[in-house]
């Protein structure tokens, strides 16, 4: 495919996106109308894609619109592209631009635009956020970085480094963590290389790895709310954990027996009315639903999905969550709570109102991650009975 042609497949599935179909969704039904696409085509198509929906706002005003080839127009302004190479109307591209097209608009005045948040989220990443507010907001309209967690259980960072290198996967070693690897080259390559085959690797965001190092014992461990088991896997790699994972929707943890067993490890899947029976856990991990909003580079519909009535919705659910896991855990035993938000109402807020609900407990430790070149944003806080 050609650039152009690229860029017109992308405007066909934002106008798909924008009649409601989820963003994978649409690529998936795309790529499985056009065999002829190879998997450089589809990464690219996929990169103009999210690229947009993370801009959706700025890209809607340098385009003046908010249809596939409205957004694609702001979005390739914005970055500088050579938009007359690209609009050509030869082969597949799309059609050459209008005289309005051509015509570029003013700077962009108002903060939630330059920010691509929706408005009411501004005040509330500056209550959240402070400073750093505004390097958070345009650091998610950035993309993600790749970030690889070596199984220590199987290999070292060094052996892991050397071997995804003589497959053609470059990677540095992340300031976050020990056992996170930044990949700087190769990264079409990973699913199909022997370390992932292996079990050497997994892909997993640094900051998400850093929650889990940052756990301070090891032995029985609950991991509340596993869901695909990225932190379950963590866990059961380091020390001398015995890891059990739950999930109020089992068929969320559904892959986690393979990849278990790939990783070489042992996890056990708890049911919700086994719970009580399997208890008590020297660590309860609580990796809580939430906005999401530390990870929006990876899910930008995120967050112009989110409403204030799901976040107040989200936090009833996190205190709900702390609440039942508490009576899980053996004395001197430790709840993690963890999310992958930068908002401070789904953070340091539901700690507050756990130790008000528990006067007996203290925060022993938090930490927020920022959304940066390492890593994802990110929030953990360590609870302990006194
Ligand atoms: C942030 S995700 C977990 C991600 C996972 N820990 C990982 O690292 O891959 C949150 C999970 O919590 C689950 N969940 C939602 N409400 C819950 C509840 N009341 N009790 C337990 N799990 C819940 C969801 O089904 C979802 O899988």
Redesign the pocket.
Known sequence: MTPGARVAAAIGILDQIGEGLAGEQALTRWARGSRFAGSKDRAAVRDHVFDVLRCRRSAAHFGRGEDGRALMIGMLRQSGADLPGLFNGVGHSADPLSEAELNPPGPIEDLATAWNLPDWLVPLFQQSLGEAAEPTALALQERAPITLRVNTAKTDIASSMRRLSEEGITTVENPLCASALNVTGGARKIRNSASFRDGEIEF?DAA?QAVVAAIPTTGKVL??????????L?LATQGQNRVSA????PR?MSDLPARAERAAVRIRLIA?DALRAHAPFDIV??????S?SGAWRRSPEGKWSLTATRLQQLTE?QD??LD?AAPLLARGGVLVY???SVLRIENEDRVTAFLQRHPDWICSYSRRFAVDNDGDGFFTAHLTRN
């Open positions: 997993q998400s991991d509340y709310c596993a869901g695909g088991g990225g932190k379950a963590a739950h999930d109020i929707d969320r919700t991990l609580c990796d809580a639903p939430c999401g659910i709900e969550i039942r963890a999310t992958c």
